[in-house]
């Protein structure tokens, strides 16, 4: 069932996300009425011209439903649109997001090194030495990066 | 003029610059190497930490980044039919059955060779192009400046994907993204309502990161596996490669012009400009027989297109501050960063630093062939290395960058939601660099827009430089979209006819 969802959402995505435009160019021209002119004009022009588009867009689904559209152009590689491939995307989103919530919560160094190590044990199920010298050698990359580009680093939320 | 450019020579020659240049070649070809990587994602990887440095630094790191991959992609394309990028796919044709025969390093030594002469042609035809432009587009007033960014944009939606409405459509959201955050003509704050980091609007940093970095690291890793199972050694014939490329000067420096020529037109790509000129060579060759099988004049006339297009993508970009490709568009970003105004006004203040760019690109030319030639064995052995040992160092200082930019929580939380977004555009057949470009150009064409409004009213729509403008958009955009679509079927026939041989022996 949650791959049959996942595989119609993939399938018929390009809608839904016309729509998340068409509603967003909505919102942008009607908030933008409030404004003063110099500051209306140009979100006036622009998501009148939008909201042509994205309906123009429409219909043109429309017509063509039940055909496969192709990939982006300019993309390359892989045409795999499988439900797992899609699930699996999500998960390493998943993973980015453990990493930001580490990175503000414990410090940019050990949330850097526990990451790739985490990321490399239990995802990829990586040896142990690999792993923990790409996890050292990750730390020191930004311990060096840090001192010569005096980069700054989060006040970590847990306080240590 | 003259002047400028001898400075401009010398203000390169600082060593911090060409470290910087040097870097820029390094990120480069290793970015080119790795199929599904690309330059963009390398300029957006850096953008970050361009910050504090001078702006021929950082142009000379961009540039460096954006003239060394067409050099560097050609290594998968030839050791294993892979196209390291959408500017390499044509060398395939050839370079690969070179490869399958023992010639890789015939091959690589040919394309290298090309892509040096030709990147060397485009520099050369950029500083040609400068000095006779340079009256006729300062006589341009805001309302032409607002057509003609409108031209690039309308161009570049049309062409960067399959369907012209969903280019269009992206390059459009990119503009109103781009209207978040405080108004250049008014003293006005739009749609941050209370939130604080929304006042000085999205960061390019973050929009460029989350766009196009975290889609492509997602898709490789769901994808696993080595970049490459296995690969052809390179065998031996370097020499014979260069000479190849000699003897057929003529081809070299027809599509080297050719690659210039297309390369201007914003939008067109380089997978486009790979076609054209395979088709070209192809066509126009007496003997057509060994086409697809292993001629050398298939992988030098793409590989000297492809690298000479880097001169003609800079012409609009710098002159018109309207960007030729989705790296242009970053360049364009980063001078913003560095408080350079895009456009005709560079030619005037910023000189110099349009010869450093024009510099930087011969030089990274020169660099890139160079390394590429002389590490050519440990940069193969890149293909090797699982991407899963990869990803995690790009995932760490993608997030590290983000956070460079405000040092907010909020950098990575719009970081992780526009790679999302870049994400679904991707899987949904949304082009994404119409929204990356929109969203750039969104404060340079506002603020055209609205001194055309102020001085003119509406009837600057009237205006005959706008009304010429428009016709050659409109005539613009016509012919390329049948040039497109010509070389999009015409490619397609050409690998149907060769892909089943080429796949029959990729396999192990």
Redesign the interface.
């Known amino acids: 069932m949650k791959a049959r969802l996942i595989g119609i959402f993939?399938r018929h995505?390009?809608t839904p996300?016309?729509l998340f435009?068409l509603v967003?160019?909505v919102a942008?021209l009607t908030?933008?009425q409030s404004?003063?002119?110099?500051?209306r004009?140009?979100?006036t022009?622009?998501?009148a011209?939008?909201i042509l588009?994205?309906l123009?867009?429409l219909g043109?689904q429309w017509l063509r439903r039940g055909a496969r559209?192709?990939?982006?152009?300019?993309?390359?590689?892989?045409e795999?649109?499988s439900p797992l491939?899609?699930a699996?995307?999500l998960l390493?989103?998943a993973?980015?997001?453990a990493?930001?919530v580490l990175?503000?919560g414990i410090g940019?160094l050990p949330a850097?090194g526990l990451?790739?190590l985490a990321?490399?044990k239990l995802?990829?199920r990586?040896p142990w030495l690999?792993s923990l010298g790409?996890a050292a050698g990750?730390v020191i990359?930004?311990w060096g990066?840090g001192k010569v580009?005096?980069?700054?680093?989060?006040a970590p939320w847990l306080g240590f | 003029m003259l002047d400028a450019f001898v400075n401009a020579f010398w203000i390169l020659l600082d060593p911090f610059r060409l470290l910087m240049l040097f870097s820029g070649v390094a990120i480069g070809i290793a970015v080119g190497i790795l199929?599904?990587l690309g330059g963009l994602m390398g300029m957006a990887l850096v953008l970050p930490?361009l910050f504090?440095m001078d702006a021929y630094a950082g142009v000379a790191l961009l540039i460096g980044i954006a003239a060394a991959v067409p050099s560097a992609d050609t290594f998968p394309s030839v050791l294993m039919g892979i196209?390291g990028?959408?500017g390499s796919q044509a060398t395939i044709m050839d370079g690969y059955p070179m490869a399958r025969r023992g010639e890789a390093a015939r091959a690589l030594g040919a394309a290298f060779t090309a892509s040096l002469i030709g990147g060397l042609i485009g520099a050369l035809a950029l500083s040609a192009v400068v000095p006779f432009a340079r009256p006729l587009i300062l006589a341009f007033g805001s309302p032409e400046l607002f057509m003609l960014t409108l031209l690039g944009l309308s161009i570049i939606g049309v062409l960067?994907?399959?369907?012209p409405?969903?280019g269009?459509?992206a390059a459009?959201?990119g503009?109103?993204i781009g209207?978040v955050g405080g108004?250049p003509?008014?003293a006005?704050y739009?749609?941050a309502g209370d939130f604080l980091y929304l006042y000085d609007g999205l960061s390019l940093v973050i929009v460029a990161l989350g766009l196009f970095a975290?889609p492509e690291?997602?898709?490789l890793?769901?994808?696993g596996g080595a970049i490459a199972e296995r690969a052809r050694g390179l065998g031996h014939g370097w020499m014979d490669g260069v000479r190849d490329t000699l003897r057929h000067k003529w081809l070299v420096i027809r599509h080297s012009v050719i690659g210039v020529v297309i390369g201007a037109i914003p939008g067109m790509?380089s997978?486009i400009i790979d076609w054209v000129n395979y088709g070209i060579v192809a066509q126009t060759s007496k003997d057509r027989s060994r086409f697809g099988k292993g001629d050398v004049r298939g992988v030098i006339a793409p590989e000297s297109a492809n690298n000479a297009k880097e001169g003609g993508v800079l012409m609009p970009t710098l002159l018109f501050g309207v960007p030729g490709s989705?790296a242009m568009a970053m360049l364009l970003g980063a001078l913003m960063i560095f408080g350079v105004q895009p456009g005709p006004q560079m030619l005037t203040r910023d000189l110099d630093l349009v010869f450093v760019i024009i510099w930087s690109l011969a030089l990274a030319n020169v660099f890139g062939t160079f390394i590429c030639l002389l590490l050519s064995r440990p940069i193969a052995r890149l293909t090797f290395v699982p991407f899963?040992?990869i990803a995690?160092?790009i995932?760490?200082i993608v997030?590290?960058g983000a956070?460079?930019e405000t040092?907010h929580?909020a950098d990575?939380?719009f970081l992780?939601g526009f790679?999302?977004l870049g994400?679904?555009?991707?899987?949904?057949?949304?082009?994404?660099?119409p929204l990356l470009i929109g969203f750039i150009l969104?404060g340079l064409?506002?603020r055209y827009?609205?001194m055309s409004?102020n001085l003119y009213d509406w009837e600057w729509l009237t205006r005959p430089g706008v009304l010429t403008i428009g016709a050659l958009a409109v005539a613009l955009i016509v012919a390329s979209v049948r040039l497109k679509r010509n070389t999009?079927q015409r490619a397609e026939a050409i690998q149907a006819a060769e892909r089943p041989e080429i796949d029959k022996e990729s396999r192990p």
Not at chain 1, 35 to 39: H, N
Not at chain 2, 160 to 163: L, Y
């Open positions: 993939t995505l390009q996300f016309v435009v967003g160019l942008v908030i933008s404004f003063s002119l110099g500051a004009l140009f979100p022009v622009v998501a011209l939008g588009l994205a123009l867009e043109r559209e192709a990939s982006d152009y300019t993309d390359l590689g892989d795999d649109d491939f899609f699996k995307g390493f989103f993973w980015m997001l990493f930001v990175f503000l940019a850097a990451f790739v990321l490399l995802q990829f990586s690999p790409l990750i990359l930004l990066l580009l005096q980069l700054r680093w989060p | 199929p599904g930490f504090g196209p990028s959408s960067s994907g399959n369907r409405l969903k269009m459509l459009v959201a503009l109103a209207t108004a003509v008014a006005e739009r749609f975290l690291i997602v898709d890793l769901a994808r790509g997978s989705s899963h040992y995690p160092v995932i760490v997030i590290v956070w460079q040092r929580w990575l939380a992780l790679g999302l994400w679904l555009m991707k899987r949904s057949g949304m082009p994404r660099p969104s064409a506002e827009l609205w409004y999009s």
